[in-house]
């Protein structure tokens, strides 16, 4: 199992990643057939200059994933990703390297939980977050209150 | 401000469900999702490992909920009527229970909310749709809330 981060171990501005990702027209496909997406702007070049596109383009729900990888790999095995939201702004194209980041901006306890809040996004090879979004994780602690 | 999109018809939908879906979860489609994302955490890729975690076996990666769609509920809105494919803004996720190879998910979606706003390009809607997803203990794992845009 992946090393475990503990409560005590974030502060807030603690950097998450970067989880770098560099995705092919061959994820894109893999995507399409694991999630059921068949959109064709995802896989059909043709199809997306029809529609005005430059190319065929990441699903959202594909940036979407690596965020959720970006937060389960930050929360470890004893962790739980709580809340994830991303927000789709710009388009991404395949052949192109994508980096998921994030940092910690708030600690705080719920009941007998220990919560961290996150600003979470995904950059392009330029550093346009294309992707931003926000996740919550609960983490264990090495001493309970 | 009078809604110039919006009317009490439309607006008494909110809360309107579309039909649910029951899904099998297979332990090979939870693998092939998380190689499709090009994930390797053991928790979603191996038994073996994913034993000795909290967890005491496999768990779906959170977006796995993508793969198990629902029909969204027959709306109508306003002067736009029926045809609303819009603009998916972006996505709302939170996570309560885990999903399990062998586990039985059923999805339902519905019409969680309507507002009009006036925008620069004239008068906006936004569409937020919320998906549950539910175990065969009845426990809730999951909730997707969604915002599309009208205009």
């Not at chain 1, 729900?61 to 937060?71: E, T, V």
Request: aromatic fraction near 8%.
């Amino acid at each position: 199992m992946a090393h475990q981060l503990y409560f005590e171990d974030v502060e807030v501005g603690t950097e998450i990643g970067p989880l770098e990702k560099n995705p092919t027209t061959q994820q894109l496909v893999k995507y399409a057939g694991a999630s059921g997406d068949f959109y064709q702007i995802h896989y059909d070049k043709d199809f997306a200059l029809a529609n005005k596109l430059p190319g065929v383009i990441l699903h959202g729900a594909l940036k979407n994933g690596f965020l959720g990888q970006l937060m389960t790999d930050f929360a470890g095995p004893e962790g739980w990703l709580r809340k994830l939201s991303v927000q789709y702004r710009g388009m991404d194209q395949p052949g192109s390297k994508v980096l998921c980041r994030g940092k910690v901006i708030k600690k705080y306890h719920d009941k007998d939980q220990h919560l961290v809040d996150c600003e979470i996004w995904l950059e392009n090879a330029k550093g346009e977050k294309t992707t931003p979004g926000s996740a919550t994780v609960v983490l264990p602690a090495r001493h309970t209150h | 401000m009078a809604n110039k999109i919006l009317d009490e018809e439309s607006l008494k939908q909110v809360g309107r469900s579309g039909e649910p879906r029951t899904y099998d979860v297979e332990r090979g489609a939870i693998r092939r999702f998380a190689e499709a994302l090009g994930d390797s955490n053991p928790l979603f890729n191996d038994e073996h490992r994913a034993r000795e975690s909290r967890f005491g076996g496999m768990i779906a990666p959170p977006t796995f909920c993508r793969s198990m769609g629902s029909p969204i509920p027959d709306v109508r809105i306003g002067a736009l009527g029926t045809s609303f494919r819009g603009l998916d803004g972006g996505s709302d996720w939170e996570y309560f229970h885990p999903i399990r190879p062998g586990d039985r998910i059923t999805v339902q979606t519905r019409l969680a909310d309507l507002r009009e706003s006036e925008g620069r390009l004239g008068p906006m809607v936004f569409i937020t749709m919320e998906t549950t997803y539910t175990n065969q203990f009845g426990e809730l794992c999951a909730t997707q809330r969604s915002t599309g845009i009208r205009y």
